[in-house]
Every structure is written in C-alpha cells, then in structure tokens.
C-alpha cells in the first residue's frame, strides 16, 4: 500500500495500458501511471515551469508535462528514446493519445517538440593510447563542434576559408586538420583586416605559430578539450551523498558509531574519490 491510493494515482497495469497504444509490440516494463506524475508536477511544479527527467524510459513524465503546460528535458541513453518517447511525444502533440489524464487536462494536442541526438565523442585513443580526432566527423562537422566548444557562433564566410565562426564583430575561429605552419599563418595574416583577432584549432602545428602573430591565437585541439571531457567513460554513476545536517540537529546514534577497521576505512576513501559530479 501507498499513502496515495491507487484509485487516485493508478497502477503499473494502467500505465501499461497507457504505452501499448504507441508501442504494443514492447511494452514498457516499469511505466508510471501519467496519473501518479500529474500528481506529483500538481504538487511541485507550475504552468511553464521547467521538468528534468534524466531516465526518460517510456517518456511518461515529458507527455504528462506536455498535457500539462509544463517545459521539459527528458534524456534517455537506452533504445526507448526511438521506440518509446519519440512515437509518445508524437501522438501527445498531434492529439492522437488520448489516454492517461488527456480527459482530465482536456488535451487536444499542440505544442511540440525538439528530439536531438548526443553527437559522439569529438576525440578518440588510438591503438597506441593517443587521442585523435574521431572519424565520425567529417571537416564541417569538426569546425562547426570547435566553434560551439569555444562559444563561437559557426558561420562559414563564403570568400575567406579561415572566418568559420564568430565570436564577436573582429573575432574570428578556424579549425583544421592540417599541419599548421609558419607560412600558412603568413598568408592568413595577409588576408585580416586591422583589429581582426583569430583563434586556429589544428592537430599540429610548428612551434613558432605560437608567438608569429599577436593577433592570432594557435592551439592543438585534444588539449584544449582535455579539461572539459572525459574518455572511455561507460559509467556515469552520480555520486550520492547524506545531505548536510543542521548545526542543531542531533544525532542520537552519533556517540555510538564504531571506528571503521583499517581496511573499511581504506575502502571509504576509495569510495569518496571525486566524480564527473564532483
């Protein structure tokens, strides 16, 4: 039992109902009644509040928020998100799903949504464990990842190769796979306007680029994203902790806790290593 009841909220076999209409080959194994989630956004959310679901599943929640009023993230990793929450999301907006609490919120359909897909990583480990660029990006694909990392606007100029984005009105970033010279930068330097200022990305480059032209910035593209991503990541665990206690809470338990064991407490602090949340 459950201090809501299920004649109010619903059950696992409504919700399960509530997903064959869009998916009867696969039905969702662990559904949310949209009754229970109508309760809970009810509870904490209002009209045109922002709803984070980050395990999406059968997209309950984002079709509850569409019926609802509410704005909503939803992030799914699993296949769900092309079998489950896309088709879902559909039928929500186009009026079609009129189950769940569709009758209650008179949902007739509108709105819609925006499906995108996580890109992959921009840099791979080669055989020999060095990160290089992965294969999957294409030259314009490259340019136009380097310029959004930097907070450069990608806008190729259609007469000058080198002004691929823009930052501001004189501040430009350009992005290659080719060895970077000396020369190279000569020629780009021939072609700037005076106060024009340029960010190079590239793989390599000689080591006087760095000091050639004021006005123009070189850097290697693994080592300037090193320090915002991580590699060869297949768990994303999220490091829960106890929230902190007030300074006027007792804990009357506190006095009573044994000292950890040497080994126990060597496995605590392998435990509290800092994560990707940290």
Not at 123 to 148: H, S
Request: glycine fraction near 6%.
């Amino acid at each position: 039992m459950t201090i809501w009841k299920y004649s109010e909220v619903g059950h696992n076999q409504d919700a399960k109902k509530e997903v064959k209409p869009f998916n009867n080959d696969d039905v969702f194994e662990t559904p949310k009644p949209e009754r229970l989630i109508e309760r809970v956004l009810t509870l904490g959310s209002n009209p045109g509040d922002l709803v984070l679901d980050s395990f999406l599943g059968s997209g309950t929640t984002a079709a509850v928020a569409q019926k609802m009023g509410r704005r909503y993230i939803g992030i799914e990793l699993g296949n769900h998100a092309y079998t489950h929450c896309y088709p879902r999301l559909k039928m929500v907006t186009d009026g079609t799903d009129q189950g769940g609490i569709s009758k209650a919120q008179n949902w007739k359909g509108g709105s819609g949504f925006k499906f995108y897909e996580l890109a992959p990583s921009l840099l791979k480990e080669d055989q020999f464990g060095n990160l290089v660029i992965n294969k999957e990006y294409n030259a314009d694909m490259l340019a136009a990842a380097m310029a959004k990392q930097e907070g450069y606007t990608y806008q190729p100029d259609t007469a000058l190769y080198w002004k691929q984005g823009q930052s501001s009105e004189h501040d430009y970033i350009y992005t290659t796979t080719q060895f970077l010279t000396v020369e190279s930068l000569d020629a780009i330097s021939e072609t700037m306007q005076e106060g024009e200022s340029l960010l190079i990305c590239c793989t390599a480059f000689q080591k006087e680029c760095t000091t050639h032209h004021p006005n123009i910035t070189v850097k290697k593209i693994p080592q300037m994203l090193l320090g915002r991503c991580e590699f060869n990541k297949d768990n994303y665990n999220l490091n829960i902790i106890d929230m902190p206690k007030m300074d006027d809470e007792e804990d009357p338990d506190e006095d009573y806790l044994p000292e950890p064991a040497p080994q126990e407490a060597e496995e605590n602090n392998k435990n509290n290593q800092p994560t990707l949340f940290d």
